[in-house]
């Protein structure tokens, strides 16, 4: 039997978590450093957090952030969001996160996903896909791209 992996992963708005329903309707559920806390005690596997007003925002990863989630969790962290550059990367992983998530920028730059796994090891690099009506979408949803879902992840690799 295969094994069951628990991952989850937080939303991340101003500085709180929130819950959304296909991008739309956020309502805030909580603080990230309570809820790595909580997740600790429940011994999840992974911990992904997504900044996700970061890329629509055309802002850089807030590193403090970052660093207080990664500084409470236990479970590897996997970080989204504003990601755009190898630079933007290494400062993320400097902070304590294990692994980084690319969804604007595998689309926008899909060389990027190729020259990071090359710089920081595959398994430090996630293409993170957003999928609405069978079509690649960006920016939370608000850009279309054109861009099969599929034959997106395949290049990807």
Request: proline content about 4%; charged content about 25%; overall charge negative.
């Amino acid at each position: 039997m295969r094994d069951i992996r628990v991952i989850p992963c937080l939303l991340l708005r101003d500085g709180g978590l929130c819950k959304t329903v296909r991008f739309t309707g956020e309502r805030y559920v909580g603080d990230p450093i309570n809820t790595a806390r909580l997740f600790n005690d429940k011994e999840v596997d992974e911990l992904v957090l997504l900044d996700i007003t970061a890329t629509v925002e055309g802002r850089r990863p807030s590193l403090e952030a970052i660093k207080d989630v990664a500084g409470e969790c236990f479970a590897p962290l996997c970080y989204g969001g504003g990601v755009r550059s190898l630079e933007d990367m290494h400062d993320i992983f400097s902070v304590g996160v294990e692994k980084v998530a690319l969804n604007a920028a595998a689309v926008e730059q899909p060389e990027l996903v190729a020259a990071a796994a090359a710089r920081f090891g595959s398994q430090s690099v996630v293409v993170a896909i957003d999928v609405r009506g069978g079509e690649v979408v960006t920016h939370r949803g608000t850009r279309s791209t054109g861009l099969d879902p599929v034959e997106h992840a395949r290049a990807t690799t």
